[in-house]
């Protein structure tokens, strides 16, 4: 059986230690040399950035988000040992981990490391479709020839000079589709390194829950588990046919991949069609001021993003799921495109005015599409909002202050609802 070592590289037949550096820190595998579709996860990437950037961090539970009445966006792994979990409620968080250090998101730091290793990524294939900053799909088929080893040596190169060169860690997901390479990079974090084969496909997802499926979250769970489907061996037990009539393209969709089977291909430069930025509340709530708090926060977020990504957009989304699970989405789109928290959001609040108190939700986001560059972005003025030019001036000589200051030199009232 083919084997690599994580630690030096070394390629050997099967065995419990790397013969070169004695590692057991391997990876073995009939189709290990075969197969060429992987997927790439940073882990914990917000709070790896922070912890190899301060590194008095290292030992320390580390939670990225807002003050105390924030939510978690995401935490290391000591943190999550103790039960702390993205879009957490904060105080919920630091009840778990009292001594955890928060930290505000840097995105223009996050930027930075995304870029690094996507260059990396880059000199492997030129087949890289990236999901988000800190992950994305790759393609090797018929790299072998150009690097003189085969994908599996090179990706596990490639997480060691993640990790020698950047200071940070990913997981590596190696199958023979898109599906079952994101589902293997997350069987061992951090810093995994796990392979599906085509021959143990359909026995390895026999037994495993449907919520696996990417995409599939609490609405369509509840759904299936309607339709007595909670396992792939349940939806095995469904015609093509019925599951489509059920479930529309969904139900066509989980016939395919209850069987392994992902006809997509990796999309390199695939255009980034939208930024945006969303949280599912641990309890459903209809506070105004709690939900305007969360509102600012993420308009906030995406006008970081779009900042650091040099983009703005023309089309500002507003998100809501109610209760009972119906999903609201409103949106519209401007004369000109913006990057700018305080646009973004005054456009936001007034689509969820428009919502009305049909509460209570349970989920909320925010966005932007309709992407462009931007350069000219936020120049023009509104004349049903004269002062928006100057509140964009003032954001934007707010964001040079923090950029000098850190982080929480100057926060508006309205994020600390």
Same mark, same amino acid.
């Given at each position: 059986?083919?084997?690599?070592? @994580? ?22 595998? #009939? ?27 290292? #030992?320390?539970?580390?939670? $990225?988000?807002?003050? @105390? ?10 943190? @999550? ?27 223009? +730091?996050? %930027?930075? +490391? ?12 030129? $087949? ?34 993640? @990790? ?31 392979? $599906? ?16 499926? !990417? ?22 037990? !469904? ?15 989980? !016939? ?39 509102? !600012?926060?993420?308009?906030?977020? %995406?006008?970081?993003?779009? /900042? ?10 507003? /998100? ?7 999903? %609201?989405? /409103? ?45 000219? +972005? ?10 928006? %030019? /100057? ?27």
């Amino acid at each position: 059986m083919p084997a690599v070592c @994580r630690d030096c590289l070394t390629e050997f037949d099967t065995g419990p230690r790397c013969p070169s550096c004695r590692s057991p820190r391997i990876i073995a595998h #009939d189709e290990l040399y075969d197969l060429t579709i992987a997927h790439m996860d940073c882990d914990a990437f917000y709070a790896s950035v922070e912890k190899r950037d301060n590194p008095e961090l290292a #030992d320390k539970p580390v939670i $990225i988000g807002g003050g @105390r009445r924030g939510v978690v966006s995401t935490a290391c792994y000591v943190a @999550r040992i103790r039960g702390v979990r993205s879009a957490m409620p904060m105080f919920q968080a630091l009840k778990l981990c009292p001594d955890a250090v928060i930290i505000k998101p840097r995105f223009d +730091a996050y %930027v930075a +490391a995304s870029k690094a290793i996507r260059a990396m990524m880059d000199e492997l294939t030129p $087949i890289v479709e990236p999901l988000s900053l800190d992950e994305a799909f790759m393609d090797l088929t018929g790299t072998a020839r150009l690097h003189g080893h085969p994908p599996a040596v090179m990706l596990a190169r490639l997480v060691k000079r993640m @990790r020698e060169e950047l200071g940070l860690t990913g997981s590596i997901g190696l199958s023979h589709n898109k599906f079952l390479a994101k589902i293997a990079s997350d069987l061992d974090k951090p810093r995994g390194f796990s392979v $599906i084969g085509k021959a143990e496909t359909e026995a390895f997802l026999r037994p495993k829950p449907v919520r696996l499926i !990417w995409g599939v979250g609490l609405a369509t769970q509840e759904a299936l588990e309607k339709a007595g489907i909670r396992t792939f061996e349940d939806l095995h037990r !469904w015609d093509k046919e019925d599951l489509t009539a059920r479930f529309g393209g969904m139900g066509e969709r989980l !016939w395919y991949l209850a069987r392994g089977q992902d006809h997509r291909r990796v999309s390199a430069n695939a255009p980034m069609k939208s930024i945006s930025n969303e949280t599912t509340f641990h309890e459903d709530t209809n506070d105004p001021d709690l939900l305007d708090g969360h509102l !600012w926060r993420m308009c906030e977020k %995406v006008a970081d993003r779009a /900042k650091a990504k040099g983009m703005a957009g023309r089309v500002v989304t507003l /998100k809501l799921k109610r209760s009972n699970f119906a999903l %609201v989405t /409103k949106r519209t789109s401007l004369t000109d495109p913006t990057q700018i928290a305080d646009r973004i959001y005054r456009i936001a609040r007034g689509l969820f005015d428009q919502v009305g108190d049909k509460g209570p939700y349970r989920l909320l986001g925010a966005g932007i599409s309709d992407l462009s560059p931007a350069d000219g +972005a936020d120049l023009s003025g509104d004349l049903l909002d004269p002062q928006g %030019v /100057k509140r964009a001036q003032a954001e934007r000589a707010t964001d040079a202050i923090r950029d000098r200051f850190g982080p929480d030199a100057i926060l508006k009232g309205r994020a600390l609802r």
